[in-house]
């Protein structure tokens, strides 16, 4: 590799800005099935990828809750497996504050700015 190749990337990107467009379409995202919705295709697929952390999240907490509850059935009196169960449940429940706390940061960024973060709407051209 010579000296000037770590200097003609960033140039040939400056250069040929338009040589990277390309119309991208995402069938899976609803509005994504057609170049024309790109504008508002992230938006979409932000509020999307945040709507299904949450229901992950949730089946996650579910999860380790259960866990937790029959840990602490079974430990049948010894105190290690007492604190691996009651680990387990606040784990479960720092999980479910953690995901409450960004519904509710995300509902009072939309208050607070006027926008609708989970459905944006940017501007086109045209």
């Keep these: 590799m010579s000296k000037l190749t770590p200097l003609l990337i960033p140039i040939s990107y400056f250069l ?5 467009k390309a119309a991208i379409t995402n069938p ?6 057609s170049p024309t919705s790109a504008p508002t295709q992230f938006a979409t697929t932000m509020g ?15 999860l380790y809750f259960l866990m937790g509850g029959l840990k602490w ?3 049948g ?18 999980g479910l504050a953690v995901l409450a706390a960004s519904y509710v940061i995300i509902k009072f ?18």
Aim: aromatic share 6%; no cysteine; charged share 10%.
């Design 16 to 20: 040929f800005p338009l040589a990277a």
């Design 28 to 33: 899976a995202v609803p509005g994504g099935d």
């Design 48 to 62: 999307v990828l945040w709507q299904t952390l949450i229901i992950v999240g949730g089946l996650a907490f579910l």
């Design 73 to 75: 059935i079974m430990a």
């Design 77 to 94: 009196g010894d105190k290690g497996k007492l604190e691996e169960a009651k680990g387990a449940i606040t784990n479960g429940l720092i």
């Design 109 to 126: 960024l939309q208050a607070a700015l006027g926008l609708d973060l989970l459905n944006i709407l940017w501007p086109t051209a045209g």
